[in-house]
Nanobody, 126 residues
Framework: QLQLVESGGGLVQPGGSLRLSCAASGFTLDYYAIGWFRQAPGKEREGVSCIGRSGSSTGYADSVKGRFTISRDNAKNTVYLQMNSLKPEDTAVYYC???????????????????WGQGTQVTVSS
C-alpha cells in the first residue's frame, strides 16, 4: 500500500521552529518529486515548497522564502520541511505530496500531485 505520512506538527509560539517530516511507505521516494502544501481554515490549499527527485531543484512560496527549508534523505525515504521564524499566518494543515516528475525536471507546485498524505496541523500562537 502506497502511503505518505506527515509528522512533526504542533503548537509553537511566533518566532519558533518546527520540522515536518514526510515518510513514504510502500514505494521509494527516489522516483518522486515532493511538494509541501498547506490549507488554512476558509482558504484554498497553497503550495509551500517543493524538491525535485535529485534534490538539486527546490522551490518556495514567496511567503516562506528565507524561513523554510526543504530537504530530502532518500536513504531514509523521507523529506523534511524545516520551518523557522514561524508566524501566526503559517497556521494551517500541512500536507506532503509526491509526483513522478522526470529526474532532471525542476520542481513545481502548480501541478497535480499523484499521492498525498493525511496532513499534520501546525498552529502558531502565543
Amino acid at each position: 500500500q502506497l502511503q505518505l505520512v506527515e509528522s512533526g506538527g504542533g503548537l509553537v509560539q511566533p518566532g519558533g521552529s518546527l520540522r515536518l517530516s514526510c515518510a513514504a511507505s510502500g514505494f521509494t521516494l527516489d522516483y518522486y518529486a515532493i511538494g509541501w502544501f498547506r490549507q488554512a481554515p476558509g482558504k484554498e490549499r497553497e503550495g509551500v515548497s517543493c524538491i525535485g527527485r535529485s534534490g538539486s531543484s527546490t522551490g518556495y512560496a514567496d511567503s516562506v522564502k528565507g524561513r523554510f527549508t526543504i530537504s530530502r534523505d532518500n536513504a531514509k525515504n523521507t523529506v523534511y520541511l524545516q520551518m523557522n521564524s514561524l508566524k501566526p499566518e503559517d497556521t494551517a494543515v500541512y500536507y506532503c505530496a509526491a509526483h513522478p516528475f522526470p529526474v532532471q525536471a525542476l520542481c513545481v507546485m502548480d501541478h497535480p500531485y499523484m499521492y498525498w498524505g493525511q496532513g499534520t496541523q501546525v498552529t502558531v500562537s502565543s
